[in-house]
């Protein structure tokens, strides 16, 4: 079955520096590769997503990159903000927006002021 | 935008006692419901799928005669956790999804067995 990893699992920036968090799979049948922030105790949020027929996509100040031939993805935000501060999570699936997800294991994003 | 509604938000109770959560799909036909668990600082793990008027698939390691998952309607899914233990204690989490749709998340319930 799918397999995806995440990392770093922490990760601290200061306020208006950029932020990267990557991602890999291991099932090169998967196609859909969103992104999700969550924070504590509340629902997961999408925040960006991309295809397998993609290999970039942004939304303001986040971007997702991703290389279907290393079977790798990453978040990019630029010009963060204490309110970015939250734990993500990537996930990989199959079909046009996914059947079932396997999320990474998260990154806690802290934006220092 | 789409909704989705869970409810209880937090339930507290008795070893032994069974539990129910209910994923509501305010606004669209959910034709496929997930549920998933979340211990603290981890990730959110899928325990089964769910099609609308059919069986639950469940994951490998989930026990189907604890948590009994019903998807009875196109709006409507239940997750019965039978004789709760305090290892089922956990944050749950449900995300519907309609044809051609992204998952969206319910808001999460958070169930502490003593």
């Known amino acids: 079955g799918e397999n995806v990893e995440q990392h770093p699992s922490t990760l601290s920036v200061q306020e208006g520096d950029s932020a990267v968090i990557k991602c890999t799979y291991s099932?090169?049948?998967?196609?859909?590769f969103p992104w999700y922030k969550q924070e504590l105790g509340k629902r997961p949020q999408l925040i960006i997503d991309i295809r397998s027929n993609v290999g970039e996509k942004k939304d303001q100040r986040i971007a997702v990159t991703l290389n279907k031939t290393a079977k790798h993805f990453s978040l990019h935000i630029t010009e963060t903000q204490p309110e970015d501060s939250a734990v993500y999570f990537c996930a990989a699936s199959i079909g046009n927006y996914g059947q079932n997800f396997v999320f990474g294991p998260g990154t806690r994003l802290s934006v220092l002021p | 935008g789409a909704v989705v509604s869970q409810h209880p938000s937090w339930v507290i109770c008795k070893s032994g006692t069974s539990v129910k959560i209910e994923c509501r799909s305010l606004d669209f036909q959910a034709t496929t419901m997930f549920w998933y668990r979340q211990f603290p600082k981890q990730s959110l793990m899928l325990m089964a799928t769910?099609?609308?008027?059919?069986?639950?698939?469940?994951e490998q390691g989930v026990e189907k005669d604890k948590f009994l998952i019903n998807h009875a309607s196109l709006t409507l899914s239940t997750l019965t956790v039978t004789s709760a233990h305090p290892e089922d204690s956990s944050f749950y989490i449900c995300?519907?999804?309609?044809?051609?749709?992204?998952?969206?998340f319910g808001d999460g319930t958070r169930l502490s067995i003593l």
């Open positions: 769910s099609n609308e008027g059919s069986k639950a698939t469940y």
């Open positions: 099932d090169s049948a998967s196609n859909y």
């Open positions: 995300s519907a999804r309609g044809a051609g749709q992204p998952q969206h």
